[in-house]
């Protein structure tokens, strides 16, 4: 059975190795913390995450953003982020929601399903009409999962496609 939970210490153990093993950068969903050890994952990566919840300690022109975790069983498939609402650079850039599923996990419904429990979770978070997305022209399997869950494609640059998926809090 596929759910989410949000970052949090209980899961700390599972969260760091999940973590660890992210790439730095994968189709434009960062990860800072890619190879820490346990110990700074403790003391600095999984108290970021808990604070950055709250928005405490963001960088100049970061907003709130809550990180999920997606669980089959007692494994963790993939990391959902939802940032809590739109500043400037995010409206033009990044949107609300960025994901990464493990490579071994790819390819067998894990982000369809895990941004379906994303989309709940962000009605209850995001403000705004529409939740906004942005992936690579490079990566046709993220657009898929977008389009699954009722994503449209409003416009496009030479990399990116920018997919919006209505925000009914009634759903």
């Not at 820490?36 to 990566?45: G, P």
């Not at 739109?86 to 790819?106: P, Q, W």
């Not at 990566?139 to 999962?145: D, F, I, T, Y």
Request: net charge negative; with cysteine.
């Amino acid at each position: 059975m596929l759910y989410l939970k949000k970052a949090n210490l209980q899961d700390a153990e599972k969260e760091w190795l999940f973590v660890r093993d992210m790439p730095p950068d994968e189709n434009g969903l960062t990860n800072e913390w890619t190879g820490v050890s346990r110990e700074v994952f403790a003391d600095k990566a999984l108290p970021g995450m808990l604070a950055a919840e709250r928005g405490e300690g963001l960088p100049r022109g970061y907003v709130p953003e809550t990180i999920f975790f997606l669980w089959d069983g007692d494994e963790i498939t993939g990391q959902f982020r939802v940032r809590h609402h739109l500043c400037d650079s995010l409206r033009e850039g990044a949107g609300h929601i960025g994901y990464y599923i493990g490579n071994a996990f790819r390819g067998r419904g894990y982000g369809t399903e895990g941004l379906r429990l994303t989309l709940i979770e962000a009605r209850g978070i995001v403000p705004e009409d529409e939740i906004c997305l942005r992936v690579l022209k490079s990566n046709p399997a993220s657009l898929k999962v977008m389009l699954h869950n009722g994503g449209r494609v409003v416009k496009e640059d030479e990399e990116h496609f920018f997919v919006r998926i209505p925000n009914r809090k009634e759903l």
